[in-house]
């Protein structure tokens, strides 16, 4: 399975400024994906990164908001800019392996909160 | 579409009992895959099973069993002697087809000493 490193595991920022949240791979993956979790909520997919391209957003996301970097096939980050209150949540970063890409793996979080 | 209902929100017991979390699902494929993970107070999200829909085989993994059936699009977890260490959320997860991951809104279990 793959390993999946992410950094900051938690931060406190203040609103109005932004946070990159960094997601490092152990293996060399086509796609990468960012959640969003709500406090009390379920995981929603913020987008799909893929290596050489720009990612693509779910709906009710926006690449102004959430600007998504993918430089290699090992590495992305994600930056919720602007931040207010409703932002605060855990950002999870996901990996696809295995057969048909079935095998979802997850970074540790980063657990967010904006004051 | 694709759809999964953790209609438990919340579970209590104590040491030792039996807990089974339910999870049902919809989708309109018929190639699906299943999961579950468990996500503890840290936040982490860790794989527990992955279940294809050509493989209805129960499995079991120590403490650990899921009852597939597709008769009734469920694919439930049994925890067997519970520990207070299985204390987390758990969530329930479809793939189908060629869309992304759905999650169910989860389950939070909590086992008392």
């Known amino acids: 399975s793959a390993v999946i490193s992410q950094k900051p595991s938690r931060d406190i920022c203040q609103r109005g400024t932004s946070l990159t949240i960094q997601c490092q791979v152990d293996?060399?993956?086509?796609?990468m994906f960012w959640y969003r979790q709500q406090p009390g909520q379920s995981l929603t997919l913020i987008a799909t990164?893929?290596?050489?391209?720009?990612?693509?957003?779910e709906s009710g996301f926006v690449i102004d908001k959430f600007p998504i970097s993918r430089p290699n096939l090992t590495f992305s980050t994600l930056t919720v800019s602007n931040m207010s209150p409703e932002d605060s949540s855990i950002y999870l970063c996901?990996?696809?392996?295995?057969?048909?890409?079935?095998?979802?793996?997850f970074g540790q979080g980063t657990r967010l909160t904006v004051v | 579409a694709q759809k999964v209902t953790q209609a438990q929100t919340e579970i209590s017991v104590v040491e030792k009992e039996d807990v089974t979390l339910d999870c049902v699902y919809e989708?309109?494929?018929?190639?699906?895959?299943l999961f579950w993970y468990k996500q503890p107070p840290s936040g982490e999200l860790v794989f527990l099973i992955r279940?294809?829909?050509?493989?209805?085989q129960n499995e079991i993994s120590g403490r650990y069993s899921w009852n597939f059936q597709k008769s009734t699009s469920s694919f439930n977890f049994t925890i067997t002697a519970s520990q207070v260490v299985d204390s987390a959320v758990y969530f329930c997860?479809?793939?189908?087809?060629?869309?992304?991951?759905?999650f169910g809104k989860g389950t939070m279990l909590l086992v008392s000493p």
């Open positions: 996901s990996v696809e392996q295995g057969t048909l890409n079935t095998e979802a793996f």
């Open positions: 293996s060399q993956v086509t796609m």
């Open positions: 990164a893929n290596q050489g391209s720009e990612a693509t957003y």
């Open positions: 989708t309109r494929d018929t190639t699906y895959y």
């Open positions: 279940r294809n829909s050509f493989d209805e």
């Open positions: 997860a479809l793939r189908s087809g060629y869309s992304t991951l759905t």
